[in-house]
């Protein structure tokens, strides 16, 4: 149990288009997800809390424009990264916190996106 | 908010060497969990242990919530071990309390 996807696993654009990443709960409710960049040998920087049915919470410092975030069901939550540029190449990565007869603090993770802008 | 120091930052050990890794907090955290970064980034749940100990198969961690630091102990290192271990905590009770805050990993590479 407590499997997340992510959609796509790598992804190549152009600078200047924007990219969509979803992410699943596949067998539980999640409320709150959490979508985080890492960076090459870095750790994961938290870049904004989404929440099903209100807005999504950003970190200081990053731009909620550029980083789109809709949480539109207890189970999928997307980033979309708008007009990208070689500098929003990374890792993201989602997590999910389960809900309902699950809920707890620990959270799961997704498998990552790799985004790459030319 | 809180700071999390892991060390080492970078290990490196013989097949079937037992090594441990720490965590510190610089403040109380709720809850702390444990995660294995494997080579292609995906990151798998170890523990969540908010305090005292849990063991599975070669792995175990043990939390002093009071003391403000975790230990994950590795037995019998295999390669399938390498990657890079994390663990983060979640502030005391309040605004953003269900977000973590992640230590800048340990490295581990295990070499036959």
């Known amino acids: 149990g407590a499997v997340v996807s992510q959609h796509p696993s790598r992804v190549i654009c152009k600078s200047g288009t924007s990219v969509k990443i979803e992410c699943r709960s596949l067998?539980?409710?999640?409320?709150?997800m959490f979508w985080y960049r890492q960076f090459p040998k870095q750790s994961l920087m938290l870049m904004a809390t989404s929440n099903e049915g209100s807005k999504a919470t950003y970190e200081q410092g990053v731009e909620k424009d550029k980083f789109l975030i809709n949480h539109a069901s207890l189970t999928l939550s997307t980033l979309t990264v708008t007009s990208a540029h070689p500098e929003d190449s990374s890792f993201y990565i989602c997590s999910a916190r389960a809900s309902g007869g699950m809920a707890s603090y620990e959270q799961y993770f997704g498998p990552g996106t790799r985004l790459t802008v030319t | 908010g809180i700071q999390v120091e892991q060390s080492p930052p970078d290990l490196i050990l013989q097949e079937g060497a037992n090594s441990t890794l720490r965590c510190n907090f610089s403040?109380?955290?709720?809850?702390l969990q444990w995660f294995h970064q494997n080579p292609w980034g995906q990151l798998i749940n170890l523990f969540y242990i908010p305090s005292g100990t849990k063991q599975n198969g070669r792995l175990s961690a043990t939390t002093v919530a009071t003391e403000r630091y975790s230990l994950l102990y590795i037995s019998s290192s295999q390669t399938t071990d390498s990657g890079v271990y994390f663990c983060?905590?979640?502030?005391?009770?309040?605004?953003?309390?269900?977000?973590?805050?992640f230590g800048k990993g340990t490295k581990l590479s295990v070499i036959p």
């Open positions: 403040d109380s955290v709720n809850n």
């Open positions: 983060a905590g979640r502030p005391p009770s309040g605004a953003g309390s269900y977000q973590l805050t």
């Open positions: 067998d539980f409710q999640a409320t709150t």
